[in-house]
């Protein structure tokens, strides 16, 4: 039975975010606002220590398309909105979802709401878009970016004549290319890329290589040769997710 999962080299990852921005292109997701980070692929910057003895690390993070899922359990609505699909992806229909949030509430790799800044912060895979809320408000403010010097989105928007990010339209059963309000998203493992024997696009874009997807039961697959050949971790393994995004050849700079 296939087991899609992603293996990614913190040796060969060199933080550039190439993923990230990829991610957003290809799933129209928002910028980060009102405690939600609408960052389907985010970073980790971690700095231990003090100068000069000092170690800084960069995690990419995303959902972990857990195979003992409690955001999954959690979903109250019958058929789930939040379901793991036969190939092992933690899938998410967006017409079933009644925003409870529960799935945010029950993944430990999501909060309700991200305080700190940034990828030196928190992060959330989950995120929600808040009822009545337009799901893309950057491109309706009218504030300027940098003061005095910049435009705003509402700007941007009217120059160009549309309302970005929606540029990529894709077909998917359970999925909408632009999500509505009053529902949570989050990384699907480019399922709708997937389906057509293509990478998710943060595979696709990463420069360096760094993140191998693939069926994980494949023993002369990728990712399952790089699981043997070196040792790995996944994140908060003590919450027993069974996640199946696994870190190989750890790696902390020192500064
Ligand atoms: S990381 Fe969170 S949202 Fe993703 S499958 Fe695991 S519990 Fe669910
Ligand atoms: S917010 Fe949607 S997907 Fe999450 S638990 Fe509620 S109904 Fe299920």
Request: hydrophobic share 25%.
């Amino acid at each position: 039975m296939t087991q899609y999962g992603m293996i990614i080299d913190l040796r060969k990852c060199v933080g550039c975010g190439a993923c990230a921005l990829a991610c957003k292109t290809e799933n129209n997701t928002a910028i980060r606002k009102d405690g939600q980070t609408y960052n389907w692929a985010d970073f980790l910057h971690e700095t231990e220590g003090k100068f000069p003895d000092t170690t800084f690390r960069t995690l990419p993070v995303l959902c972990n398309h857990c195979s003992d899922a409690p955001c999954v359990e959690a979903c109250p609505v019958e058929p789930k909105a939040m379901y793991k699909t036969e190939d092992g992806i933690t899938m998410h229909n967006d017409e079933r979802c009644i925003g409870c949030r529960a799935c945010q509430d029950a993944c430990p790799y999501s909060m309700y709401e991200v305080t700190k800044d940034g990828a030196y912060g928190e992060y959330s895979v989950i995120s929600y878009n808040e009822e009545g809320q337009p799901t893309h408000p950057f491109y309706r403010d009218k504030t300027e970016l940098l003061q005095g010097r910049t435009g705003s989105g509402a700007e941007i928007s009217s120059i160009t004549g549309s309302v970005p990010p929606h540029q990529t339209r894709y077909n998917h059963p359970d999925y909408e290319s632009v999500r509505r309000d009053n529902i949570v998203e989050k990384c699907i493992f480019c399922d709708h890329r997937v389906k057509n024997n293509e990478l998710p696009y943060c595979v696709d874009a990463c420069p360096s290589g760094a993140r191998v997807f693939g069926d994980l039961n494949d023993k002369n697959g990728e990712p399952a040769k790089l699981l043997k050949q070196y040792q790995h971790f996944v994140l908060q393994p003590e919450e027993g997710t069974k996640p199946n995004v696994f870190y190989i050849r750890d790696y902390s700079a020192k500064v």
